[in-house]
């Protein structure tokens, strides 16, 4: 695709995101209804909480099912869409959002990582989705996190 055009198309996004709720809708959107395996997602914001593009999805799970997390693609994607900060967003297979210790590890090196770069990271939203009987829960870890 031409810059140009992707230029364009990110301009018309501009989807203002204020809450994890408002969030975890654009995460929800972007997730199949069919999937079984985690997938990572992550939404470039502008620095006044724009929506520069969809939400990218970053890392699909593995032979276990679950996703393995780049630090720099993340960022590298984010960057490429000039992100000014961003949320992060993975969905449990199982339609439980309770997160783990590893979820809770991960936040956290992005954190650091995402204040290194300058590029903070404002949330990570876990989606605990059942497309199949239509439930969608969400954990957003800025709000369960001290």
Do not use: W
Request: overall charge negative.
């Amino acid at each position: 695709m031409p810059a140009q055009s992707l230029f364009r198309q990110m301009e018309r996004i501009k989807t203002h995101v204020s809450t994890p709720s408002s969030a975890a809708a654009l995460f929800f959107a972007a997730l199949p209804s069919d999937t079984h395996e985690e997938r990572f997602f992550v939404l470039p914001l502008d620095g006044n909480g724009k929506a520069l593009a969809k939400p990218i999805l970053v890392s699909v799970g593995h032979e276990d099912g679950t996703a393995q997390i780049d630090v720099g693609e993340i960022f590298r994607e984010a960057l490429k869409a000039g992100a000014e900060e961003i949320i992060v967003a993975h969905n449990h297979p199982s339609g439980d959002p309770t997160p783990s210790k590893a979820d809770i590890a991960t936040t956290a090196k992005l954190r650091e990582a995402g204040d290194l770069l300058g590029v903070p990271i404002l949330d990570h939203i876990i989606l605990g989705a059942s497309n199949s009987v239509k439930r969608f829960d969400f954990i957003s870890l800025a709000e369960a996190l001290p």
